[in-house]
């Protein structure tokens, strides 16, 4: 995939779906001033800002505990199968170019290439525990609670629709019942390098950094295009304002640069190296890497890009950890119609969620939003807005693979901060059968765990990139 940044628009400011381009003023391949390791990495080290938590133990943990386990969950059928619908047209401007190119194109799935129990419906839970979903979900369609259905029904039907109009949701969803909504297979449509770039991309980028991150006009980004010849005083002026902000304000702007960060790292990491009739070839792009990352061609943001990566783990970490017991009730299931899979997938994800829940350093989120009850209630729906507008932008950008994969990971990240914020709904489910004050849609559920498989395998690129540029002096 490859948006942001371009060729003669510079660098915009941490790193996702981002284009292949470099600042006009870069040298073909970097200077050498360290190591290239050192100078991607040297201050990638030690303990993150607003955290308890290292990027040393971040490193362990992913690479060795929970990313080969996390890999095989994804690779299952009712993880690679999303639902999204990439015909939904921009809220913001009608000028979007739709790109030509052959790598932004997504295939979506023939409908005998999804399995049944996926298609008929959301399937959280035991095939009993459905017959009454499917009934709901069918009357709530129909707009009206039906006085024949049971008590029961009629119940669901107004607790699910107070639920999908409440403040809880971060994100602007697709409509899956749309005749433009159809599954794609997220293994065969993978989130690479597709030459996505220029003043498109990078328009998409500008309007998620200058009107959705709190920060007024006068305050420009290091390395925005937006203010050229400020230099040094631009970068000071940016991180003193920043560290001036309330935690959570500085929180949201970590969040979506730690998104872009891996991103970036995704389209280095699979970069088109060779295009001919006998071979398209695959691979890390060290170069890619270094314009996006080293600390000199960057003028110090590329380290700090990677920190905010690290920082957006760790929020997505806390989510999984802390929604374990919904995922535990025995009526639960990642039902796809094959039983013996179906067991086998909910036992890997539970062992895989109990990992993560013995990890030593969780983030504490009940950092945010602890002041004043009045002051932090406007403060979250600040955020929660701001964010919600994040993930309606993503319906403007041109490319169609960067769209599908930019969504997802605004779910994904959007459904983490529910799930954070819900922690008394969550306390209070249910043991068993559906759960009416907190629920996750199967659309929330591939999401969540699909962006954090994103995040998890940009951890693990790094160390890749760090062993590649060991090589290199």
């Known amino acids: 995939m490859g948006w942001g ?9 941490a790193a ?5 381009g470099r600042r006009a003023d870069a040298p073909e ?11 991607c990495f040297c201050q990638v080290t030690g303990y993150l800002d607003d955290c308890t938590c290292d990027v040393e133990t971040i490193d362990r943990f992913n690479n060795y505990k929970l990313f080969p386990r996390l890999q095989k969950l994804l690779e299952s059928d009712y993880f690679r199968y999303y639902k999204v619908n990439l015909k939904r047209p921009c809220p913001f401007w009608n000028d979007i170019s739709q790109c030509g190119i052959r790598d932004c194109a997504v295939k979506p799935c023939q409908s005998d290439e999804v399995p049944d129990g996926i298609k008929s419906a959301s399937y959280k839970y035991s095939e009993e525990a459905n017959n009454l979903i499917e009934e709901c979900e069918k009357a709530e369609r129909l707009g009206a609670v039906d006085e024949s259905l049971s008590e029961e029904t009629q119940k669901a039907v107004l ?12 994100c602007e969803v697709d409509d899956i019942q749309s005749p433009d909504a159809e599954y794609v297979d997220l293994l065969l449509n993978p989130e690479r390098y597709t030459g996505y770039k220029g003043p498109d991309a990078w328009k998409i980028w500008n309007v998620i950094y200058e009107e959705n991150c709190f920060k007024p006009q006068t305050i420009k980004r290091p390395l925005s295009p937006l203010a050229s010849g400020q230099g040094k005083s631009k970068e000071n002026t940016f991180y003193s304002w920043l560290e001036g902000l309330c935690v959570e304000k500085r929180a949201f702007y970590r969040l979506i640069s730690g998104l872009h960060a891996s991103i970036n790292v995704h389209l280095s990491a699979r970069y088109l190296l060779q295009d001919t009739w006998l071979e398209t070839k695959w691979g890390h792009n060290i170069t890619e890497f270094q314009q996006r990352f080293d600390g000199i061609l960057t003028e110090g943001e590329g380290p700090r890009r990677l920190k905010n990566l690290y920082f957006l783990y760790l929020i997505e970490l806390r989510a999984l950890s802390k929604v374990l017991p919904f995922f535990e009730r025995p009526d639960f299931q990642l039902f796809t ?9 909910k036992m890997l994800l539970l062992e895989i969620l109990h990992e993560i829940k013995s990890f030593p350093l969780h983030f504490d989120e009940n950092s945010l939003f602890a002041g004043d009850k009045k002051e932090a209630q406007k403060l979250k729906e600040d955020f929660r807005l701001h964010f919600r507008n994040i993930s309606r932008i993503m319906d403007c950008v041109g490319c169609f693979k960067c769209r599908l994969w930019g969504k997802l990971q605004t779910q994904g990240l ?32 591939v999401s969540f765990f699909n962006a954090f498989g994103r995040i998890s395998t940009s951890v693990k690129e790094l160390e890749n990139f760090r062993n590649l540029l060991h090589n290199i002096h």
């Open 5 to 13: 940044w371009g060729l003669v628009l510079g660098l915009l400011g």
């Open 16 to 20: 996702w779906l981002s284009g292949s």
């Open 29 to 39: 391949t970097p200077v050498a001033l360290g190591s290239a390791a050192q100078r």
């Open 159 to 170: 607790q699910w629709t107070k639920h999908d109009d409440s403040s809880d949701n971060f």
């Open 337 to 345: 119609g094959n039983k013996i899979q179906d067991a086998e997938n």
């Open 414 to 445: 959007g459904t983490a901060l529910k799930i954070l914020f819900s922690e008394k709904l969550i306390a209070n489910m249910a043991e068993s059968g559906p759960s009416y004050e907190f629920h996750l849609t199967r659309q929330e559920i």
